[in-house]
C-alpha cells in the first residue's frame, strides 16, 4: 500500500503553496499549520512532508518551532527539510520532532557531510531530495538548475547506502497537471531496490492510484488537497 504523505510548506510559519517553487506565486491557505496537519491525522492519515521554505532560502533552518509544535501535539510521522546543511541544522531537525530528514543542496554541495550522516544517523533516516527539471537537480529552493543528472545523483547517493528518495519534477509541481508518470517509471525501473516517493503535480486520485501501480513507495500530496481536487475522504482508502 502507498504511504499519502500530505505537505505543509512554511512560510513565516504559515501554510502555503508555491506554484513552481516560486516564492513570487505564493498562496497563503492557514496561519496556523498544526491545525492543519489535526486534520490530516483525523482522517487516519500518518505521515507529514514538511518543508521550511524560509530555511531553504537562508540556508539554514527557519521554522523549527513549529516542526515542534506539530510533532508535539500529533502522532504523525514528519519528513522535514529545508535549510538542512549543518550538523547544527540536522540536529535541531531531530530534536524538534522530525523523524527524517530530506536533503536536497546538501546532497549536491557536500556530498562528504551527507554520507557521513548516513553512518550517523542510518539511512532510514536520511532522504535524498532529488528535485529536478529536465532531469537537472535543482537547489536553494529551486532558485538555481545545476548541471547534475538526476540518475547520476542516484547512482552515487545508491552506492554510499542511500534507500530513501523523494523525487519532484518541479515543472510540474503546483501546477495540477498530473505526475510524472514516465519519469517515476524510469526511476523506479533503474533503482529497484530505493524507496521512491512521487512528488509535484498531482491533480486527483488518478495520480494517486498511478503511483501506487508503479509500486512507489509513497506519494506527498499539496495543492490538490487544498485546492480541494482530492478529498481527505479519498484517501481514507489509503490508510494502512
Not at 506554484?19 to 486534520?39: F, H, I, M
Not at 491525522?41 to 521550511?52: F, N, P, Q, T, W
Request: charged share 30%; with cysteine; net charge negative.
Amino acid at each position: 500500500m502507498i504511504r499519502i504523505i500530505p505537505a505543509i510548506d512554511l512560510i513565516d510559519g504559515k501554510c502555503v503553496r508555491l506554484t513552481k517553487g516560486d516564492y513570487d506565486q505564493k498562496k497563503v491557505y492557514n496561519e496556523n499549520p498544526l491545525e492543519v496537519a489535526k486534520e490530516f491525522e483525523d482522517a487516519g492519515i500518518k505521515y507529514l512532508h514538511l518543508v521550511d521554505l524560509d530555511g531553504s532560502k537562508a540556508r539554514e533552518i527557519k521554522n523549527a518551532a513549529v516542526l515542534e509544535n506539530i510533532a508535539a501535539n500529533t502522532g504523525l510521522t514528519i519528513d522535514f527539510g529545508g535549510g538542512i546543511r549543518s550538523d547544527k541544522d540536522i540536529d535541531i531537525a531531530f530534536n524538534a520532532g522530525a523523524t527524517q530528514v530530506n536533503l536536497g543542496s546538501v546532497a549536491l554541495e557536500n556530498k562528504t557531510l551527507y554520507g557521513e550522516w548516513l553512518k550517523k544517523f542510518g539511512a532510514e533516516k536520511i532522504i535524498l531530495s532529488a528535485d529536478s527539471t529536465n532531469r537537472k537537480i535543482a537547489i536553494n529552493g529551486w532558485q538555481e538548475e545545476s548541471q547534475v543528472d538526476l540518475f547520476d545523483l542516484i547512482k552515487e547517493y545508491e552506492a554510499m547506502g542511500n534507500q530513501y528518495m523523494v523525487c519532484t519534477d518541479i515543472s510540474k509541481d503546483g501546477m495540477l497537471q498530473g505526475i510524472a508518470v514516465d519519469l517515476y517509471k524510469d526511476l523506479m525501473a533503474t533503482f529497484p531496490s530505493q524507496k521512491i516517493v512521487a512528488s509535484g503535480g498531482v491533480k486527483d486520485i488518478k495520480d494517486v492510484e498511478a503511483a501506487a501501480a508503479l509500486n512507489m513507495d509513497g506519494i506527498i500530496i499539496g495543492k490538490a488537497i487544498y485546492e480541494n481536487k482530492i478529498s481527505l475522504k479519498q484517501l481514507e482508502a489509503y490508510a494502512d
